[in-house]
């Protein structure tokens, strides 16, 4: 691998050691510190930090596993347990470890713990007689050492498949920073893949799903790259630029992102985004950083080489007018585009644009709408919708649009609020309150807000309205979810004998609002009910608290609009 004469002094300032760092950054990162948190060698991922996930860059690293579960998981260095997680969704079963030097290792989608630690988490879950726990242990109650086997690789939560989530965050801040920066190896010298290049007319304009594109097939390969049959771009005006891009590693790679991309305008660099670390709350701005139109019509993901003002990420560096480059003097430039991988390795995209007045694209005139601007909170109130916007909602300045919609048919007290369209992002979300019909009086209680596909937006009645805060524009409407759970037993019956049995087994789904809690007693008292939201599996595994002989059991599923359903049976065991 042949590295560039500024990366590799670069490193050596950092580090004093030119082969263990393994990406360019300004921050110095222990390098020895920690081991492996497996033992699988050669190490292979699924998915890379920063990688572009639906509304979310991945926020760390996934460890293949081989398609099994199992494999020992070890602490990465001395520290404490500060976090015992379990979810019926997210990471699944989890563990924090806090370390002496700062730092903080995450390890999602476990199996199980080690036994000293489930033996305490279940000794938490039925002292507050709940599956999902979040607890903040202190610094002497669970002490690990470098290399402890504290639990072992699985699939709970919502992995698509077994694997090791791992992370190291800031213990101070809580930003979850790139783990190859600490030396965790991932044995690479494949640089990335630059599969095509967007030129975006942007004419001093907001970027939005009508601003015109064009484009550019990309050949090549082992690092260097060029346009397909294309020399020299005539553009005009300004213009901002996007690339498509991924990377592999050595062996079992997925297809990964890439680490950095940089834009040089004649030798100088115009645009920098390096996926280093980033904060949680700032994570959904990657429908910031890339085309959120193209991506949501085609799910492609173009990642953007100029910043919309409202972006509040801090992975960009070198900005030059926010990446927007005004091609107005007629004269011939020089652009490339270097992308990194988490290792290095490089790709070059060279390319040369002539600066002429007759290759215009004008941007589409709007229809007028109201203009809300991204620095503000903005409110939008009719009498039957109110719509606000809290400051740091949106991202560019929004031409924003109304309209009612007739009521539809079946379980609807509204008629249809369009919000804006689907193709503009938010980061926040915002607040709508419907007015309600007449008819919903004596189904209160029971008022959710659905948007056209159905989809519970949670809600609640107040003073005639009915109020949510849905994630993202679309069209919404009252409904109302009177319908309890459905809980169908697998391997359970009234009179069954379970000797012999490990657990018992259900499946549990809703028809809208979603499960908001599960309950299980045998003779009437609490036992422990584990639910996996991807497969709507509910279980109970039997334990001493059981003893042979004749048992009662009662299970009480409630929906999030309290809508109950109960089964209960006699079993013998």
């Known amino acids: 691998m ?39 060698v ?35 260095a001395d520290g404490y347990i500060s976090r015992l997680r379990v979810q019926n969704s997210g990471f699944g079963l989890a563990l924090y470890i806090n370390h002496p030097n700062g730092y903080t290792s995450v390890y999602g989608h476990l199996q199980r713990f080690n036994p000293k630690i489930a033996q305490q988490v279940k000794s938490i879950q039925y002292q507050k007689k709940s599956y999902e726990i979040d607890e903040f242990p202190n610094s002497i109650q669970i002490p690990v050492r470098k290399g402890d086997v504290i639990a072992y690789t699985g699939n709970t939560g919502s992995s698509g498949g077994p694997h090791l989530h791992f992370e190291v965050r800031d213990t101070k801040t809580e930003a979850t920073i790139n783990p190859q920066l600490f030396g965790f190896d991932i044995p690479d010298n494949i640089p990335p893949v630059i599969y095509s290049m967007y030129v975006y007319r942007l004419n001093k304009k907001t970027f939005n799903e009508f601003t015109p594109k064009q484009y550019f097939q990309v050949t090549g390969g082992a690092g260097n790259h060029k346009l397909n049959k294309v020399n020299t771009i005539n553009l005009s005006g300004e213009v901002g630029f996007g690339i498509v891009a991924t990377d592999k590693h050595n062996g079992a790679s997925g297809t990964n992102g890439v680490y950095s991309i940089e834009l040089e305008l004649d030798g100088k660099t115009v645009f920098t985004s390096s996926l280093e670390k980033f904060k949680f709350e700032n994570s959904k701005a990657i429908n910031s950083h890339i085309d959120y139109p193209t991506f949501i019509n085609t799910r492609k993901s173009i990642q953007k080489s100029f910043v919309d003002p409202g972006n509040p990420l801090t992975i960009y560096s070198n900005l030059v007018n926010n990446g927007r480059i005004d091609f107005s003097d007629g004269k011939l430039h020089q652009l490339k585009y270097i992308i990194t991988d988490s290792k290095g390795n490089k790709s070059i995209l060279p390319f040369n644009v002539q600066a002429d ?35 740091g909602t949106l991202y560019n300045d929004l031409n924003f649009h109304y309209k009612t919609l007739p009521k539809p048919a079946g379980n609807a007290y509204s008629a249809i609020h369009q919000i804006q369209n689907s193709l503009t992002p938010l980061h926040t979300g915002f607040e709508i309150w419907i007015k309600a019909d007449s008819s919903l009086s004596k189904y209160k209680e029971k008022a959710v807000i659905v948007n056209t596909g159905r989809s519970s937006q949670g809600g609640y009645f107040e003073n005639g309205y009915v109020k949510a805060k849905p994630r993202n524009f679309g069209a919404f409407f009252i409904a109302i979810d ?26 549990l789904r809703d028809n809208l609002s979603g499960i908001k809690s599960f ?55």
Request: aromatic residues 12%.
């Open 42 to 76: 050669p190490p292979a991922l699924a998915g890379s930090f920063g990688e572009l996930r639906p509304n979310h860059f991945h926020s760390g690293m996934d460890y293949r596993t081989n398609q099994r579960e199992g494999y020992p998981v070890y602490a990465i």
């Open 357 to 391: 007045d007759k290759s215009t694209i004008s941007t589409p005139e709007l229809t007028p709408g109201t203009l809300y601007s991204y620095a503000n909170q903005n409110e939008f109130n009719n009498g039957e919708v109110k719509v606000i916007f809290p400051k």
């Open 2 to 40: 042949i590295k560039a004469k500024l990366l590799l002094l670069s490193l050596v300032f950092l580090t004093g050691i030119t082969q263990a760092q393994q990406i360019f950054s300004n921050n110095k990162y222990p390098l020895v510190d920690f081991r492996s948190p497996l033992d699988i």
């Open 482 to 507: 009177t319908l309890p759970p459905t809980l169908t037993p697998i391997n359970i019956s009234e009179g069954k004998n379970m000797a012999g049995i490990t657990k018992m087994s259900f499946k």
């Open 519 to 573: 309950n299980g007693f045998i003779d009437g008292k609490w036992i422990l009910m584990e639910f996996d939201t991807k497969s709507a599996s509910l279980w109970h595994t039997f334990d001493d608290r059981t003893a042979p002989g004749k048992h009662t059991l009662e299970v009480i599923v409630t929906d999030m609009k309290d809508n109950n359903r109960n089964y209960s049976i006699t079993f013998y065991k």
